[in-house]
């Protein structure tokens, strides 16, 4: 008997991890060929066929259509035999106790230990399995004296830009451009303190932000998008304002937003973006670079409209709502929480809370 093989999620985007199965071509124990298309994943940025890298039968299929996948994992296994067992999956947590927990995959051991210690669950990465070993280390660590960064004074318009990723570079230039505020660094947990991002040097992690608004900083951007995870970018916000950091609101000069439209703290309107009458604009939004907000429209917290995305009049978008690039909603049009809209798809109608439209489709199909 030949090993079985496993399939395995790619990495479609670099900056996106997540992906979501949007389609399944087989069931389990069915017999797949060679070549043959095993799912459709798609991204706000594309959509992609798996095929099989070799025959045999499809077991121990770890998810199901309408979960959201990360790159790196095994979507299940083609064996020889359709009763081959395959080995014990990672435990995942469909319903998390705290934000920022949706798609973490732990252990059973770790998990267990993680609960025992009361450590907080948003600290483990979604793209990483998280083994009883990471758990021990990370409690090992804290029982250690925590580092300490060099006593400095902030003046009131310093600012720390959190994430030193895609978004974080767009940020940079933007408040550059704004010269209202001083960048005197990055936060970002996943890179190496001293490091430079556009000249701007890397800080600290999270576990600091304590430690800098004590020096008197108090102002951070946002630069964790939260695309294939919006739940990533509402816990930086909660570290933030649990350290006493607030978020405000930027408009890059080439924007343009009317007089009677309303923006919450932490909003970010990008290069030629436009904000239309009486709009509403909630908490923490990203109206990206050539997006269209029409006149009327609202939208929730933490709402992110991707590059060329139009909403004509009087649209509403639920909280925490991924659009993505170059797509149109008609008039009047409510979109409910957490839904995801593909690139380039046109909706004619409402879609409900957490519904899905793929990218280049019309909405209803």
């Known amino acids: 008997m030949t090993e079985p093989t496993p399939i395995t999620i790619p990495l479609i985007n670099p900056n996106e991890p997540g992906a979501l199965l949007a389609a399944l071509h087989f069931t389990v124990g069915q017999k797949v060929a060679k070549g043959d298309r095993l799912c459709t994943l798609e991204t706000t940025k594309s959509t992609v066929e798996l095929s099989a890298e070799s025959a045999g039968y499809l077991v121990g299929l770890a998810f199901s259509v309408g979960q959201t996948v990360q790159a790196g994992d095994i979507l299940g296994y083609l064996a020889d035999t359709a009763d081959w067992v395959p080995p014990a999956q990672p435990v995942f947590m469909p319903k998390p106790q705290r934000a920022g927990t949706e798609g973490l995959r732990i252990s059973q051991a770790a998990l267990s230990l993680a609960q025992l210690h009361n450590l907080d669950l948003t600290k483990f990465s979604s793209e990483v399995f998280v083994t009883e070993k990471i758990v021990q280390d990370l409690i090992d660590q804290s029982a250690q004296p925590g580092p ?10 310093d600012l720390i830009i959190y994430g030193g990723g895609g978004h974080g570079k767009a940020l940079i230039d933007l408040v550059r ?3 209202t505020f001083s960048i ?17 040097p890397v800080l600290c992690g999270s576990d600091l932000l304590g430690q800098l608004h004590k020096g008197g900083l108090h102002l951070a951007v946002n630069a964790v998008g939260g695309i294939g995870n919006i ?7 909660e570290h933030l304002n649990n350290a006493g950091i607030t978020c405000p609101t930027l408009i890059h000069p080439t924007a343009f937003v009317e007089p009677s439209a309303t ?30 907000v029409s ?7 933490y709402a992110n409209l991707s590059p060329g995305a139009i909403l004509a009049g009087e649209v509403s978008v639920g909280n925490a709502t991924l659009v993505g690039m170059g797509v149109t909603v008609n008039l009047r049009v409510k979109i409910g929480s957490r839904a995801r809209i593909g690139n380039g798809a046109t909706v004619k109608e409402d879609v409900p809370e957490g519904g899905i439209v793929r990218a280049g489709t019309i909405w209803p199909e």
């Open 184 to 200: 005197v660094g990055i936060v970002d947990d996943g890179l190496p303190i001293g490091a430079s991002v556009m000249g701007v």
């Open 231 to 237: 739940t990533s970018r509402i816990s930086v916000f």
């Open 263 to 292: 923006l919450a703290d932490g909003v970010q309107v990008m290069p030629h973006a436009y904000v239309g009458s009486e709009a509403q604009v909630g908490f923490g939004v990203i109206v990206n670079t050539g997006a269209i």
């Open 148 to 157: 300490e960064l060099q006593a400095q004074h902030y003046s009131p318009n």
């Open 177 to 179: 451009t704004l010269d």
């Open 295 to 301: 006149h009327d429209c609202t939208l929730g917290e």
